[in-house]
């Protein structure tokens, strides 16, 4: 039931974020400081999102060489950096936590 | 043939390349929110009643967490602003348009919707038409990430448990965001928000997440003003 509540609210203020000015032209403008901080939106959730789920592992941080969640997710940041390819990464950092499980 | 069909044509023409990029996320998307728990009902609506990639992971990624619904439906609406200004840049172009377009086009804005109708739109100009292209190139996209949505949950049933699936969601986050890591403020947003996100881990409700998004955008925004 939750996930409906959720979906349902999600939606309704994503089709009101993308339906305010083309609904209200002219009556409404972006700040600027808000126009820049917007750019900022993605690395900053993303990032807030990829650091815990490469840190921590099993309810602490792990630095250590059992976390291989971490060393597979840097082997990915690797991949991503040089290759800014979005499928080649995915499956290098699939592969390499497989392996490195395996080890 | 007539006007409205042409342009509507057009927009389609104009998605196709990204359609083909569009169509293997449509399908890790399916395939991961079937493994985050999620019903293959709510799998596959997410698709058509949140209609926003990025956000579609990111709700799966919080439902595997367990994460509040209140935090969850705050970082949808954090993930989409950018919407916001999809919605300012083409407002003046369908201005003359009846409130039922405006409605059906703005369900339709995503990032691949209106890349190449602005493109067009600044290039041509506006006529009678021209919105038979937005919703051409919309709907193709749509479509396309209904099927792929649904062609996710049907191949994810059959994916063994040893491969890790749940570990493809913050690959395709590193993925995304490594790319746009291109000046100092993109780099200081990244590191500060995800050093704040492992300080405040512990902090009741997820409320992490959204402290560490806004330290992030904080800190981008006013280093990119002293530079």
Known sequence: MNIWLIMIAGGLITFGMRFSFIYLFGRLEIPETLRRALHYVPPAVLSAIIFPELFYNDGGLNLTWANTRLF??????AVAWFSKNTLVTIIV?????????LI | MSEARRNFLEGVRAEVPLLIG????????????????????????????LFAGSSQFVTTQLVHDNAPALVIILTIAV???????????????????SLQWKALLSYLLTDEAYAPSIINYEKEGISTYKHWFLFGAGFALWFNWQVSTAVGIFLGTAIP????????????FIA??????????????????????LLAYHLPFKLGLILAALTGIIAGTILEKKQ
């Open chain 1, 72 to 77: 597979a997710g840097l082997i990915a940041i």
């Open chain 1, 93 to 101: 950092g699939m592969i390499a936590l497989v392996i490195l499980n």
């Open chain 2, 22 to 49: 569009v169509f293997p996320f449509g399908m890790i998307y399916g395939a991961l929110a079937l493994n985050a728990g999620l019903s293959n009902a709510a799998s596959q609506l997410m698709s058509s009643i």
């Open chain 2, 79 to 97: 993930v989409n602003l950018r919407h916001m200004l999809y919605s300012a840049s083409l407002a003046p172009h369908l201005k003359d348009l």
């Open chain 2, 161 to 172: 448990e040893t491969w890790h699936l749940d570990f493809a969601l913050p690959l395709t």
């Open chain 2, 176 to 197: 995304m965001v490594v790319p746009v890591l291109k000046n100092r403020p993109m780099i200081a947003s990244a590191l500060s928000a995800g050093l704040m996100a």
